[in-house]
């Protein structure tokens, strides 16, 4: 059931807000219902009444019906006071509730405010609230803000948010404008950069350049949510039982041992059972079926023994006991995924769990993959030469992008032509995000990538203190990030998760993300200079243990598939011996 609140001071004009929304809500052909909180105490029944004698006769409900309504009215008699959802489960279905007060709860809610109450706004403590509707002007809010008295537009706020009215969230391409050509750009003086340094300043210059899209959630596996996601109804939407058994109102069987007369019927899940189970008494429940009228309590079948009409147990009661609350998981109105998640399967389970069908994503992010080069030709089967370098850095960055949840695009090889180079740079545009490029990004006679982007583009030629991988390009080519890898594939490999990695995700609107590591013993000893951060192949051992690869060297691309994580060594000298402690990331952390 979607609902939304209003809330504010006494006298802010919450319900001719809330009676206004009705009109004009219901008017668009959505059924509207309220439920409205009352701080004292109050009655809608008068004295001298037959249904007002029922009541002070000692009837816990009495029901008065008419050919136009019909009224329930329940005493709670020293009872403690029903929640929100509980509440709400009493209520028919329709399209929206609105709820006026209970702004301690976690729902969606607009707070109205008229400035003769003098008091402060509550939705600069209160997260849950999502928009104010004020009659003067209000500053420094981080949230929409309506005129009091535009239903129109209050209106539409609020049927975008419970997603009864879903919008065109389809926006342009926000690539170009967000990416400036200077992005890269070090603090003036910096020469050699640690690794830590060289990520936290990714981290800090780069965010979403994807646009938006309306998806099916059984298809957004993988998509990036562009907006919070707020429950449409409860889970579970009404109160039911967590197994096979018999139901009663514990505070109404008196005491053990236990025999109560069994009521005809039973409940059962997608069945309920219609009825009132009478004090005293006990229904057959099975696992999931709605809690009946009359029932706050499941004992297990195989607690008990069945015969002649009747139950009988033993043991000690508890109120509540094998059963689930209405949204005791997630209540509806309640924000179940912030906006940068990026979705897995048991993601997509919550949401439609939660009525959600249909999310605003972000785009995927295209990343195109170009590898440089006269040596490198494709490994097609036909002879080569020694001189030949097999392309194997391309394969292995487009599967990563690929593994990664981005569009991979594969824009080929190009030999040491800074023509053809321009030519194929200038082709991407509109056709890619970000570009990934392995080769030519260092300073050499044959670095084509670093000497065009310095020339036409925008440059920054990053020297990492790092082994395998000094030296990274990064720059722009007509709005586009480029990140230029070394040509080895083992330090190509190592830039890509550690830089390329997280940064990709900063640009798909994931946000920034960090590899898990481990802190294992060493199966292996070193002795390491200090200066850089240091990358080793690693391979995790039955006991426990990480052992390295036999060789350091950035062309043993077997080693890459020999490994099953990374080893990392920090900045400073470090003598290493069998048993010392050192931190392993194993290829999942790194989303491979």
Known sequence: MRIFGVVGWKNSGKTGLIERLVTEITARGF????????????????????????????????????????????????????????????????????????????????????????????????????????????????????????????????????GLVVRDVTVPDLAAPVMRNDCF???????????????????????????????????????????????????????NSAMDGYGFAAATIGEAPYVLPLVEGRAAAGAPFEGIVPKGHAIRILTGALVPNGVDTVVMEEDVNRTDGHVAFQGAVKAGSNTRRAGEDVEAGQVALQAGHKLRSPDLALLTGLGIAQIGARKQLRVGVLSTGDEIIAADG??????????????????????????????????????????????????????????????????????????????????????????????????????????????????????????????????????QGFMLPAAFAKSKRAGRREYLRARLLEDGSVDVYKSEGSGRISGLSWADGLVELGDAAQEINEGDLLRYIPYGSFGI
């Open 31 to 162: 059924s509207v219902a309220t439920l409205k909180h009352a701080h004292h105490s109050f009655d809608v029944d008068h004295q001298g009444k037959d249904s007002f004698r029922h009541r002070e006769a000692g009837a816990n409900e009495v029901l008065l019906a008419s050919r136009q309504r019909w009224a329930l009215m329940h005493e709670l008699r020293g009872e403690d006071e029903p929640s929100l959802t509980q509440l709400l489960a009493h209520m028919s279905p329709n399209d929206l509730v609105l709820i006026e007060g209970y702004k301690r709860d976690g729902h969606m809610k607009i707070e109205a405010n008229r400035a003769a109450t003098g008091q402060p706004l509550i939705a600069l403590e209160d997260d849950s609230i999502v928009a104010v509707a004020s009659d003067h002007a209000l500053d420094d809010l981080n949230v929409p803000k309506f005129d009091l008295d535009n239903t129109a537009a209050i209106a539409d706020f609020v049927l975008e948010q419970v």
């Open 382 to 515: 036909g002879a080569s030469g020694p001189d030949k370098t097999y392309d194997a850095n391309r394969p292995m960055l487009l599967s990563l992008a690929a593994r990664w949840g981005f569009e991979a695009i594969d824009l080929g090889h190009v030999d040491d032509d800074r023509a053809l180079l321009k030519t194929c740079l200038d082709q991407a545009i509109g056709k890619v995000d970000v570009i990934l490029t392995s080769g030519g990004a260092s300073v050499g006679d044959e670095d084509h990538v670093s000497a065009l982007l310095r020339e036409e583009g925008a440059l920054e030629a990053w020297r990492i203190a790092l082994k395998p991988g000094r030296p990274l390009a990064l720059g722009m080519w007509q709005g586009v990030p480029i990140f230029g890898l070394p040509g080895n594939p083992v330090a190509a490999f190592v830039c890509a998760v550690i830089f390329a990695r997280p940064s990709l995700s900063a640009l798909s609107g994931a946000g920034w993300i960090k590899p």
């Open 185 to 239: 750009a070090l603090p003036e003086g910096v020469n050699w950069m640690p690794v830590d340094e060289a990520l936290a300043h990714l981290e800090g210059r780069l965010s979403g350049v994807v646009g938006e899209e309306s998806i099916a959630v059984p298809n957004a596996v993988g998509r990036v949510l562009a907006h919070p996601q707020v429950a449409l109804r409860s889970n579970p939407p009404g109160a």
